[in-house]
């Protein structure tokens, strides 16, 4: 994942950008430059503090292209998704995010390509953030095969999770 977003920044934003370790097995990709920054605002990306304000742009929520829905999807699920399991439960598709707008915007872009979820709000017990976060998930075994197999992610944790599902499954068969 690092080296797709580290190619586009050199292919689309055309700028080498600043790679770090933000927490323990977080990694860092930024880049302070004028064209990084106008390009993201030119998408309704406001700068400064963002994540309770942020949501998806406009162009993405108006497209008609199934392809580029699902490669936002794909994309903010990566980043802020989850796709967890439990042996004695099925599968689950989540993401957790601060902005409600952007929740429901994926939600809306979901239902567009016939996904399901459900929403809630979630106030984490730690942290210095007191802000809810913002839910939406699926645990219809279905839709769950239906996003990993269309939208899928582009994060290895959620590629081997979702292949440790199946090899169980497969097992219990």
Not at 18 to 41: A, C, H, T, W
Not at 145 to 166: F, L, N, P
Request: glycine share 8%; hydrophobic share 35%.
């Amino acid at each position: 994942m690092i080296r797709l977003i580290i190619r586009l920044a050199r292919e689309v934003l055309g700028v080498e950008p600043m790679i770090g370790e933000y927490k323990e097995g977080e990694i860092m990709v930024r880049s302070g430059q004028r064209q990084v920054l106008d390009f993201f605002r030119d998408y309704g990306l406001p700068q400064g503090r963002k994540a309770g304000k942020v949501r998806v742009p406009k162009q993405i929520l108006e497209s008609d292209n199934p392809a580029i829905i699902k490669a936002f999807l794909r994309g903010l699920f990566s980043a802020d998704g989850c796709f967890s399991f439990q042996n004695s439960r099925g599968p689950r598709v989540e993401i957790q995010v601060k902005s409600q707008k952007l929740r429901d915007d994926f939600v809306y872009l979901a239902d567009r390509l016939g996904f399901s979820f459900r929403l809630y709000e979630y106030l984490p017990p730690r942290g210095k953030n007191k802000a809810p976060l913002q839910v939406a998930f699926t645990t219809r075994t279905s839709q769950c095969v239906r996003w990993m197999e269309e939208a899928g992610s582009i994060k290895d944790s959620h590629v081997q999770r979702y292949r440790d599902w199946k090899k169980l499954i497969e097992r219990k068969s």
